[in-house]
């Protein structure tokens, strides 16, 4: 089973910059597919960015030129770097990640899991 921690939400003045982190934990053989999605009180959760295992980026146009996808395949760990901040990006953010894992008993196996969730507040 697959475990995943986030962490770098937080309280920020628009304009400014958080970065969150995604770390991946288990019998972790590959990451595939990873994305950023948000969810707004009141409203469906949406995609925010994804990265694929070949770090191929893709962008909603509400963060395109402000948001940063980034991976760190040693550390099974997934980044978003949020720029120029703005209110309208108050959400919990969450990761979603796609790997194969891999036991001597059930060999190789797709999966994938949610994190927790992370606060992000832009104040204006």
């Known amino acids: 089973q697959v475990q995943l921690m986030e962490s770098g939400g937080g309280l920020v003045q628009a304009g400014g910059s958080l970065r969150l982190s995604c770390a991946a934990s288990?019998?972790?053989?590959?990451?595939?597919?990873t994305s950023w999605y948000r969810q707004a009180p009141g409203k469906q959760r949406e995609l925010v960015a994804t990265?694929?295992?070949?770090?191929?980026?893709n962008y909603s146009d509400s963060v395109k030129g402000r948001f940063t996808i980034s991976r760190d395949n040693a550390k099974n760990a997934v980044y978003l770097q949020m720029n120029s901040l703005e209110p309208e990006d108050t959400a919990v953010y969450y990761c979603?990640?796609?790997?194969?894992?891999?036991?001597?008993?059930?060999?190789?196996?797709?999966?994938?899991?949610w994190g927790q969730g992370t606060q992000v507040t832009v104040s204006s």
């Open positions: 979603n990640v796609g790997v194969v894992t891999y036991s001597p008993a059930n060999g190789y196996r797709p999966d994938h899991a």
């Open positions: 990265i694929t295992s070949s770090s191929t980026t």
């Open positions: 288990g019998r972790i053989f590959r990451i595939n597919v």
